[in-house]
């Protein structure tokens, strides 16, 4: 069973405008991490941030994590063309041996 | 795809044929990975390998059976393909903190 929930499941945005996906997830986490897929391909690490962080940044993009409300977002700052893909959260749970379960993903599409 | 090469990269095949999946890496990473991805269902991990020779099942391993003789190699094969199997498959590898590399995906079909 999935892990993770991605919400929204697809967002459409301007170029320029600032992206926000939010993920939830069930259980204890020894961290979350971050996917990206464009269409057709294999997906890609992003970003990880372990369960004692709270904030992580890379670039354009900035992760939270608030394991309380186990939950996380994922920030993506002046968005461009090139970020139209599908993002994953990823959760690998405590105990997980090695294991990642994924979200069903949140669509972006960033509008020219 | 972070020397990762999965063959085939497309197949059609009949329900009730044999259908094996390779994937093949590198990278010398001691995790290998089998997913399929479906439209409503995100990546659900099929099998996985953490060395030669040992394997274990995740979420969705009925009707699919993996081996991993050397490093570089995990397979992934339908012992009899049902209409249910068609799917995008995913190899991914990793080597530390579980942050994986995916291969470009096979796309299956199943008649």
Not at chain 1, 22 to 27: I, P, R
Not at chain 1, 98 to 106: A, D, N, Q, R, W
Not at chain 2, 90 to 105: D, K, T, V
Request: charged share 20%.
């Amino acid at each position: 069973s999935q892990q993770g929930e991605e919400d929204p499941q697809a967002l459409s945005i301007q170029e320029g405008e600032n992206a926000t996906m939010n993920c939830s997830y069930k259980t204890s986490i020894n961290n979350l991490q971050w996917y990206r897929q464009n269409s057709g391909r294999g997906l890609v690490h992003l970003i990880l941030i372990r369960s004692n962080e709270r904030e992580k940044h890379s670039g354009r993009l900035r992760v939270t994590l608030d394991t309380s409300k186990k939950s996380s977002s994922l920030l993506i700052t002046a968005s461009r063309a090139a970020d139209t893909a599908s993002y994953f959260c990823a959760t690998e749970t405590q105990g997980g041996s090695e294991k990642l379960v994924f979200g069903k993903g949140t669509k972006l599409t960033v509008n020219p | 795809d972070a020397g990762i090469t999965q063959s085939p990269r497309h197949k059609v095949t009949e329900t009730g044929t044999p259908v094996t999946l390779r994937c093949h890496q590198t990278e010398n990473h001691r995790y290998m990975y089998w997913y399929r991805q479906d439209p409503g269902h995100g990546l659900r991990l099929i099998h996985y390998s953490y060395g030669v020779k040992d394997t274990d099942k995740g979420e969705v391993s009925d009707g699919y059976s993996v081996s991993r003789s050397k490093t570089e190699d995990f397979l992934l094969t339908l012992e009899s393909a049902t209409s249910s199997q068609t799917s995008v498959y995913f190899c991914a590898i990793s080597e530390r903190e579980n942050i994986q590399y995916f291969g470009a995906g096979t796309r299956l079909s199943v008649l």
